[in-house]
């Protein structure tokens, strides 16, 4: 009878939060409601806001400032006609590739590696200026780097005995590059020292048992074990890089666009150009890019799994 | 103290995989009761569902007279020591022991010395201001269930409490444990998979597979009785004789011998059966017999004050354990004999036992 | 496998053994080499950093300074050096208590409970976050700030800073929550612990390192922003230090060395400061590394 009972329907749908912490789907919704919140207001109405900016004419002065008009899909149309937009995205793709891919990853996970085999003195200098790079302000790090590369008085021209060289007029992609390469590895190497330090010791003495040289060590045990993080370092440097406006406190996108990378592109076009429609316009092409990045990795993510 | 009681009590997994499939088992007010089975079996759902740490599925469970099929974990009065032992890395011991006073709002100067007191008890004296990373397994097991019993709780599971225990440690704990639950007499549950530690500690123990209750009962009748082949081949430090065959004449052919029908059982010529034998019942004679299995040693294995033999008949393998001065040796020719009040048939069909 | 260490001992003729000996120096070298160029790497810009504050007249080149403390007389004196660090503190900590408590929340639940689509959520915010912070979200948040009078306040930005690093806080508490065994929580909950009671007395102290990276990694970016304290705070009393920083080097037609040295080291020494600490105390490990 008591069986009957407790398997009656009424019984069922009033089932305990089967979680450990005892929440509940409730009591998870209540927990994530003020973040959730915040991030809506200030990160998701913005983004779709940009949306509806970008189907209209809406400039920073004049008429179209006062009373914006709905004009479709015009400054798409405008924008993937400009050829300086595709100029600026493809330094982008050199940009993130080069700094974010290859410098930052690369950098940062050679560093974590060698510093597992340096002296205790020696692992904590390197550390410690990696950090500082990236923990100094970055109005602060553009400042130095300006100081660095200076044509007159900067200390590389010094050091290179190469006066009068202008780095930041000549080689402007390079700069930014290693700019954001001396700025951001730090994350990397973080991440990669605690994923090296994850890697279980058994399976790297087995395989230096077996007679594996160091890159065989890389390739066979420490890489496959440390995928995921790879993969997840790669994106949200990926993202990041892609995103990031400093660049402009070093070179303002010159000369004459030669590093204007598109965050920078976005901020011409719409703040001294005026454009805030075209702007958000770029943005959102941005966001897609970005998107499908994303999705690339999620896709090689999943395929790890499987 | 409390009885606990299930009825069909099922545990499904979204996507339908049951990790309890229709358990109905009544253990006993004060029972020391051990949950046995390999890893995957469901036990340790069942001791979770008793917990309230899983939601249960479908059926009923009691604790007492109290129907809390669907109460709160922290209603039930039970009390659980994790097989990590879950001892908060940044309480000490005494702050450990009296979590739980807290969270029932006792003062703290009082459930310290609350703590302090059950922690003497289960001489654990002098470590209450340590952390748990500052302690032996030993000690993190007994600040376990210091913490576990400072509540009084109904009910006390225990999840693979020895498993995170050195072999020498595990035989003192074991002892320790015994000891405890007799002195407080609270009804406890404890899962494991070793079948040695189950049948020294339990009162009564019952063995899953599948989810699904295989045998309940003493270790007396566990090991001498086995319900059917698997908890035959499961319980005991080797696993038992099974051996298929058809019986003839009146007799089980094992081989290329025969032995004697299990005592009170008659049974039609030309009936398969599976005979089943423990290898502690069985005896090696050097000299013929008249109901025996000839055959010859193939292994001998030295396990101290005993030998494991494994000696070949046929087609078919014996093992066997001798007094460790009567061990043959491999090559030696003899006689496997099984005694008639020692020894099992089972259902091919359906690996029940035949009484 | 005898004759396999046979082959391999007999190979091992005393003239490879030297030259096996010389690559592993010859690798050593060119390690440590290697090791010293990418520290001169990162040091070289900073050395600039640490000089210049302490040279009687700073120039842009890198020179044994004069360890005068000048330059620090001249930062005080200026208006608007001070107060700024001070608003940076208060948009550093306003955001932390911010993203910290909400983000905690929202990571616990997220880590615990089986929310349908819940990765989906997480990258998409993610991606969002990484995407929306910069240019793109300029003008729609000035709007907004508008619209709510909450233009020119410190709270403004700090919930405007708060919304958009909230997803990366989230996501890599959430990796630090999954790594916390669950039969700690189950052992609270055994006892009788209300959710809330679990987070404040097992999960929050064990997710101590988590939460103290989370909070430093906040701060980092926010002391550093730039682009929407400019945008969104318009008085330069109310101005924290990244803006006043950038109208020190671009407002004062010949930039003025002295103070941009100074206000560079005060402005750099408090995050850094409190990184290291932090770094020293729980050493910045992922715990169960970030799974993608």
């Known amino acids: 009878m008591a069986t009957a009972h407790a398997r009656s329907s009424g019984r069922r749908s009033r089932r305990r939060p089967d979680d450990v912490a005892g929440l509940g789907r409730t009591g998870a919704g209540t927990f994530l409601v003020p973040a959730l919140a915040l991030i809506g207001l200030f990160l998701i109405f913005p983004a779709l806001w940009t949306i509806y900016l970008g189907m209209t004419d809406y400039r920073l002065t004049g008429l179209a400032a ?241 | 103290m409390a009885t606990i009681a299930t009825t069909t009590l099922v545990k499904e997994y979204p996507g339908g995989v049951r990790g309890v499939d229709g358990v109905d088992v009544t253990i006993a007010d004060g029972e020391f009761f051990a949950l046995l089975g390999p890893s995957g079996c469901g036990k340790t759902t069942l001791l979770r569902s008793i917990a309230g740490l899983e939601a249960i599925t479908e059926g009923t469970l009691h604790i007492g007279e109290v129907d809390v099929t669907q109460a709160e974990p922290g209603e039930r009065g039970v009390a659980m020591v994790f097989q990590d032992y879950a001892l908060f890395p940044h309480m000490d011991v005494a702050d450990n022991i009296a979590y739980p006073l807290k969270i029932k709002k006792v003062k703290k100067s009082e459930r310290r010395a609350k703590a302090v007191d059950v922690a003497d008890g289960l001489a654990l004296d002098g470590l209450s201001l340590r952390r748990p990373g ?180 046929g087609q078919e393998k014996l093992q066997l354990v001798v007094p460790e001065e009567d061990a043959p040796g491999p090559g030696d020719a003899g006689w496997v004999v099984a005694s008639a009040r020692r020894s099992l048939l089972f259902d091919p069909e359906t690996t029940e036992r035949i009484d | 496998m005898t004759a396999t260490s ?86 550093g900590f306003g955001t932390i208590a911010v993203v910290v408590t909400t983000g905690s929340l929202a990571a616990y639940a997220l880590s615990r409970v089986r929310i349908p689509g819940r990765d989906g959520l997480l990258y998409g915010l993610l991606l969002l976050s990484s995407v929306v912070t910069g240019t793109a979200a300029m003008v729609p948040l000035f709007q907004l700030m508008v619209a709510t009078g909450l233009i020119n306040t410190q709270t403004g930005v700090v919930l405007a800073l708060s919304g958009g690093v909230l997803p990366t806080v989230i996501f890599i508490l959430k990796d630090f929550m999954d790594s916390i065994p669950k039969s700690y929580e189950e052992s609270a909950r055994l006892y009788g612990a209300k959710p809330h009671q679990i987070l404040r007395h097992v999960v929050v102290p064990i997710a101590r390192p988590g939460l103290a990276f989370v909070a430093v990694w906040a701060l980092v970016q926010v002391w550093g922003n730039f682009l929407l304290p400019f945008i969104l705070l318009r008085s330069p009393e109310s101005q924290p230090a990244a803006v006043i920083m950038y109208t020190f080097y671009t407002e004062s037609g010949q930039a003025d060395l002295s103070l941009i040295s100074a206000f560079s080291l005060v402005f750099s020494i408090p995050v850094i400061l409190l990184y290291f600490l932090v770094n020293r105390r729980y050493g910045f490990r992922f715990h169960g590394g970030i799974k993608s």
């Open chain 1, 66 to 306: 006062a009373d914006p008009q709905f004009i479709g899909l015009e400054n798409y149309r405008q924008v993937l006609a400009d050829a300086e937009f595709w100029r600026s995205l493809r330094l982008t793709l050199i940009f993130v590739l080069g700094s974010g891919v290859l410098g930052q990853t690369l950098l940062g996970f050679c560093v974590a590696w060698s510093l597992r085999r340096l002296p205790r003195l020696a692992k904590g200098l390197i550390e410690t200026l990696v950090l500082a790079a990236w923990v100094v302000p970055t109005s602060v790090g553009s400042f130095l780097w300006l100081a660095l590369l200076d044509r007159h008085e900067g200390t590389l021209n010094w050091l290179l005995d190469t006066p009068g060289t202008a780095w930041l007029i000549e080689y402007p992609m390079a700069s930014i590059i290693i700019f954001n390469i001396w700025v951001g590895t730090a994350f990397s190497m973080l991440l990669f020292s605690s994923a090296l330090g994850a890697v279980p010791p058994s399976q790297l003495e087995s395989s230096r048992m077996a007679g594996a040289s160091t890159w065989q060590q890389l390739r066979d045990v420490v890489i496959p074990n440390i995928r995921g993080h790879i993969l997840t370092n790669t994106l949200l440097i990926t993202l990041w890089t892609f995103n990031t406006f400093t660049p402009y406190l070093l070179t303002a996108g010159g000369p004459n666009g030669a590093s204007e990378i598109l965050p920078v592109y976005i901020y011409r076009t719409a703040i001294p150009g005026g454009q805030l429609g075209v702007g958000a316009a770029i943005s959102l092409l941005m966001l897609l890019i970005n998107l499908v990045i994303a999705l690339v990795y999620m896709r090689i993510g999943r395929e790890k799994k499987t």
């Open chain 2, 134 to 313: 500052q302690l032996s397994g030993g000690q993190q097991q007994r600040v376990a269930l210091a913490r576990a019993v400072a509540t009084e709780p109904e009910v006390l599971l225990l999840d693979e409490p020895l498993s995170n225990l050195d072999a020498r440690l595990r035989l003192e704990a074991r002892t320790f444990l015994k000891e405890l639950q007799r002195d407080l007499g609270v009804t406890t549950v404890f899962v494991t998979h070793d079948q040695a530690e189950a049948l020294a500690l339990a009162d009564r123990l019952a063995v899953m597979k599948a989810g699904r209750l295989q045998q309940v009962g003493t270790p007396q009748e566990v090991f001498g009785r086995p319900a059917n082949t698997f908890v035959a081949s499961f319980i005991g430090s080797s696993p038992m004789n099974l051996v298929t065959t058809t019986i003839a004449d009146g007799a089980v052919p094992v081989g290329q011998g025969t032995v004697p029908l299990p005592e009170g059982l008659t049974q039609a010529d030309g009936r398969e059966v599976i005979w089943g034998a423990r290898p502690e019942y069985l005896r090696w004679s050097a000299e013929e017999v008249p109901v025996g299995v000839p055959a010859e040693v193939s292994v001998t294995e030295n396990l101290g004050a005993s030998a494991l033999v494994t000696a070949v008949s």
């Open chain 3, 6 to 91: 046979a082959a391999r001992s007999g190979g091992t003729t005393s003239s490879t053994t030297a030259a096996r000996t010389a690559r592993k120096f010859l690798t050593r070298i060119l390690f440590v080499l290697a090791m010293v160029v990418v520290g001169f790497f990162f040091a070289l810009p900073l050395a600039w950093l640490v000089t210049a504050p302490f040279s009687k007249v700073p120039t842009l080149t890198v020179s044994w300074p004069d360890w005068t403390l000048e330059n620090f007389r001249v930062l005080t004196e200026n208006p608007y050096a001070l107060t700024s660090i001070g608003n940076s503190l208060i948009l």
